[in-house]
């Protein structure tokens, strides 16, 4: 992934291009410890070689997984990054365009970039922390934290 600095203020906006074969998720989480992105929002376009997308099952309280072995564009990827304790986390939905224009969409779980997914990513002035939501089980942003 290759990353450059567009604005400083008054919110610090940086794009970042990942190469084919990055994995999305992991490298945007060690991105923002490494900058100390804490309160980030971002939107990105491109494609990938597969994914697995992620749909919130209430009563289990966690993501049946939804595997996507395919070549796909990526229509809409939208997402933030706050803090989860003291590390930053990636929440972000995607909706991925098939070869025969179908789409399916969900919580990002894992991407696989092929050939490429370009992102704009905006860090706020203020920070945001995610705690632990005991209904749900997630890590939900708290604005009073």
């Known amino acids: 992934m290759k990353a450059k600095m567009l604005n400083e203020a008054p919110e610090r906006t940086i794009a970042l291009i990942f190469e084919k074969g990055d994995d999305v998720v992991p490298i945007l989480e060690r ?46 990827l939208n997402g933030d990054i706050a803090l989860d304790g003291d590390a930053p986390k990636v929440h972000a939905h995607a909706v991925l365009g098939r070869r025969d224009g179908s789409t399916i969409g969900g919580h990002l779980l894992q991407a696989t970039v092929r050939p490429t997914l370009e992102v704009l990513l905006i860090e706020s002035p203020g920070y945001l922390r995610k705690t632990c939501n005991r209904e749900t089980g997630l890590a939900l942003i708290d604005i009073d934290a």
Do not use: M, N, T
């Not at 939107?43 to 395919?70: C, N, T």
């Open 31 to 76: 991105f923002a410890k490494e900058h100390a992105l804490s309160a980030s929002r971002f939107s990105a376009i491109g494609a990938l070689q597969g994914a697995v997308l992620g749909y919130f099952d209430w009563e289990r309280k966690d993501y049946d997984r939804i595997p996507v072995k395919e070549q796909v564009e990526v229509l809409s």
